[in-house]
């Protein structure tokens, strides 16, 4: 069956970085596109970017422009967002999901991974 | 402020039928970009609930269904149950933005 499953939570201090990993299982890695959707706490559901794992192409979106990476390890199944010059409004719950074929929408998510940021 | 706009709460006593209203503008939904719906229960990850507008992916009950009409989109869940309690979200992709965008969210409450 298909999973996705995020590292643990993290505790930042601001203006440093952060790095989550996903790491996929149950289906051929590199065919689909995989996105990260962050949500601060009580607040909605925020696009960032994705990646496409066959090819390594990624988007991000323009709020996030210059301060977010998407990047894949094919042999790890693995997809890993670094976000930079963190603040205390980045304290968010961070998803990766897939999209199932281009559809721009998400059939499978990960469990999320708490980042908080904190001086 | 959200790129597509939902209502904050709708409620609905067990076994009625509620609906949450999606409305986007030329660069998304009416641009004929694909609506998607999700549900969110407290502390776990969305779950997908209807793609494409109007399609159930596999083990979603047929109490929920979706539609869209020009810049606007509707979830519908009839027969509500004490477990439907939850966010929904509907997302699609927006060309000015160039990237994909989610509403505010709609808490619904069952009475």
């Known amino acids: 069956q298909v999973q996705l499953v995020q590292s643990g939570a993290e505790v930042k201090r601001p203006g440093t970085s952060v790095k989550v990993s996903c790491k996929a299982s149950g289906y051929t890695f590199t065919t689909y596109t995989l996105h990260w959707v962050r949500q601060a706490p009580g607040q909605r559901l925020e696009w960032m970017g994705w990646?496409?794992?066959?090819?390594?192409?990624?988007r991000y979106s323009q709020k996030f422009q210059g301060r977010v990476t998407i990047a894949r390890d094919t042999s790890a199944s693995t997809v890993y967002m670094e976000l930079s010059s963190l603040r205390s409004q980045d304290t968010s719950v961070y998803f990766c999901a897939r999209d199932p074929g281009g559809g721009y929408y998400f059939d499978y998510w990960g469990q999320g991974t708490l980042v908080t940021v904190s001086s | 402020q959200s790129v597509l706009t939902q209502p904050p709460s709708v409620s609905g006593a067990p076994g009625q039928r509620v609906t949450i209203s999606c409305t986007g503008s030329?660069?998304?939904?009416?641009?004929?970009?694909?609506v998607h719906w999700y549900q969110q229960l407290p502390g776990t990850a969305p779950k997908l609930l209807i793609y494409v507008h109007k399609n159930r992916p596999s083990g979603v009950p047929d109490r929920f269904s979706g539609s869209k009409s020009g810049t606007s989109a509707s979830l519908a869940i009839t027969g509500l149950q004490a477990e439907d309690e939850a966010d929904y979200y509907c997302q699609s992709y927006d060309s000015s933005l160039s990237g994909v965008v989610f509403g505010g969210g709609t808490k619904l409450t069952v009475l």
């Open positions: 990646i496409i794992a066959g090819n390594g192409y990624t």
């Open positions: 030329s660069s998304n939904l009416g641009a004929g970009y694909d």
